[in-house]
């Protein structure tokens, strides 16, 4: 079964941290670029971090230097380690392949920054 499953989600005051992971069953983990998306209330779902199949990582600008993507192949798990977290962060999470595929979209995980 090809599935991704998100967790690590949560409500963290401005400042904080939280630590997403993702973990994949069913594809060539190792194989695929993977990115996290966000998909803030009332907007569309975009890509703010990306890692390549060589480990080659780029950001959206409003994450950089705030967001870390890194992935185990051996887990074969993805993690978004996020750090100074910022209202505007407030949004679901999801993994997909980069660019992603329609049929491994998840639930998503719920980030909830407070003010």
């Known amino acids: 079964q090809v599935q991704l499953v998100e967790s690590g989600g949560g409500l963290v005051q401005t400042g904080g941290s939280l630590r997403l992971s993702c973990a994949a069953t069913?594809?060539?983990?190792?194989?695929?670029?993977m990115g996290w998306y966000r998909q803030a209330p009332g907007k569309q779902r975009q890509l703010v971090a990306f890692m390549g199949r060589g480990g080659n990582t780029n950001y959206a600008e409003s994450v950089k230097g705030r967001f870390t993507i890194s992935r185990d192949n051996a887990k074969t798990t993805v993690y978004l380690q996020m750090n100074s977290l910022k209202p505007e962060d407030t949004g679901d999470y999801y993994c997909?392949?980069?660019?992603?595929?329609?049929?491994?979209w998840g639930q998503g995980t719920q980030v909830t920054v407070s003010s």
């Open positions: 069913g594809i060539i983990f190792s194989s695929n670029s």
């Open positions: 997909n392949t980069a660019p992603p595929r329609g049929d491994l």
